[in-house]
């Protein structure tokens, strides 16, 4: 009972916000492949393909030092966020213990938590141990504001799993450490990635923290590079602006592209059940 | 046993995230350049909190901020949902794959992308310049606010989609035959079958974009950084620009409590709301 006209009007309505949605990404692209002086109109492609504004984004804007910054900060606080997680997840999915619930729902609050309210202590203490202006100062942090949801998100993958597999094993005389490593964590492997890929996402993108924290140049996330790099440049050439923020969003966007299907599961399962 | 689990991750979230924050309440309470010895002075930084102008009008600017990332952006996202009620379009984890995308970009990045958009010289005014209504969008007093509004719209809409179209994806396809043989039309579709079906994703959308509203230090800090006169200037901005600009960490630190108590209450709000609707 599709009538044409229904099917129209969806392919007219999707195809009309899925250009909205595009369109700032597209064009900032656009504008980066052109160089300062060309004439840039709002919707024309460039007339020359040209990576050269690209290289003086790279070169201006120290954009080596900011991925590599950003690099080893995303995967330290993904790699120890998700061994992490796998933990709290497992004890909250599988076991019973005084005092599960209040933790379970203490850590939960994390979830709507707005670290705009900690960061300024959050700077004061890391001060005090010597740790700003260190990776140390945006990886620490943000292990503990991933907790949260990597804690919910395998605790949902843990219940998942079937109780008569973890009495088979414990039958067998094992005990919780060896039927986490070898029972249930070969079958975690999607979980776990889509895990990974969110809070990989995040922490590349995050720009507060490091704002406050890395003063030093040598220590700068991509991000951040791009908020002075885009302060100082704006004015005089928007062309190299544009071709740092390409840089910036580059890696996430490929990593997206590749995981997409995780990415929305990741989204969708985690905010709705519960 | 389960502690042993449960530890490493506890310590993170408890050193790094949950301390920290009752830090903040204890420093709101004092008058603290963040340098020399600070001084206790109760409630003072709320109450001149409560009578200042600008940290006032911060917070007003932030509700009305919830009226873009939350309202239209929940109100896009149920129009793709209204057209796919009757329609089963080939390619649709392409078109969602694409209207997700935003969520995904670094929020820096997608400054940069609507301050080239909104430009005196931008595309946007390339358009509107032959019917004269070109602006300086960022610059003018009236439309700095909705401007970066919109931004916020474009950015969680495709969240507000992709979570109400997974919603509707459990949706059993008889309800919606039921509605059509009593001669429903799409729009009562919506309202009888669609709507009360997606009350859970509805409540989790409200209090995401509600939240995302509430902070959007990144984009206003990148795009405007409060300016023209203040018009745009919101909470998380002032908490920075307190703390770090005018030395004043407590008044700061007040800031961020309130801000984060009217977080929670939002959160807990909307769930009770969600909650009551589903029993009655």
Known sequence: MITRRDQWTAYVVLGLFSILALYPVLGILGLALHTKDDQITGFALPTSFSLETFEKAWTDGNFATGLWSSFIVAVAVTVVSVVLSIGTGYAFGTMRFPGDSVIFGLILLGLIFPYEATVIPLYYDLQAFDLTNTYWALILPQIGLSIPFGTFWMRAFFRSTPKSLIEAARVDGAGSFTILVRVLLPQAKPALLTLSALIFMYTWNEFLLALVMIQDPDKQTAPLGLSFFATATRAGDPTAVAAAAVIVALPVIIVYVLLQRHFIRGITAGAVKE | ?280
């Open chain 2, 1 to 280: 046993m389960a502690f042993l689990f449960l530890l490493p991750a506890l310590a993170f979230y408890l050193l790094f995230t949950f301390l920290p924050l009752l830090h903040t309440v204890w420093l709101s309470f004092f008058e603290w350049d963040g340098i020399t010895l600070g001084h206790w002075i109760g409630l003072a930084n709320y109450r001149e909190l409560l009578t200042d102008e600008e940290i006032r009008g911060s917070f007003v600017h932030s509700i009305k901020l919830i009226l873009y990332y939350s309202g239209i952006a929940v109100l896009i996202a149920l129009l793709l949902i209204l057209v796919l009620q009757r329609a089963k379009p080939r390619g649709l984890t392409v078109f969602r794959t694409m209207i997700f995308l935003p969520q995904t970009v670094a929020v820096v990045v997608v400054a940069q992308a609507f301050v080239w958009i909104y430009a005196p010289d931008g595309p946007l005014n390339r358009v509107l310049e032959p019917l004269g209504l070109d602006r300086q969008w960022l610059g003018d007093f009236d439309t700095a606010l909705p401007a970066l509004g919109f931004v916020g719209s474009w950015i969680t809409f495709g969240l507000a989609f992709v979570l109400f179209l997974a919603g509707m994806q459990r949706i059993p396809q008889s309800l919606y035959d039921a509605a059509r043989v009593d001669g429903a039309s799409v729009w009562q579709e919506m309202r009888v079958v669609t709507l009360p079906q997606l009350r859970n994703e509805l409540a989790v959308v409200l209090t995401l974009t509600t939240i995302t509203a509430l902070r959007s230090f990144d984009l206003i800090y990148n795009t405007t950084k409060g300016g023209p006169g203040g018009e745009t200037r919101v909470p998380s901005v002032l908490i920075v620009l307190n703390a770090f600009s005018y030395g004043r960490v407590g008044m700061a630190c007040a800031v961020a409590v309130v801000l984060t108590l009217i977080i929670f209450a939002v959160a807990l709000v909307i769930t009770r709301i969600g909650d009551r609707g589903e029993h009655a």
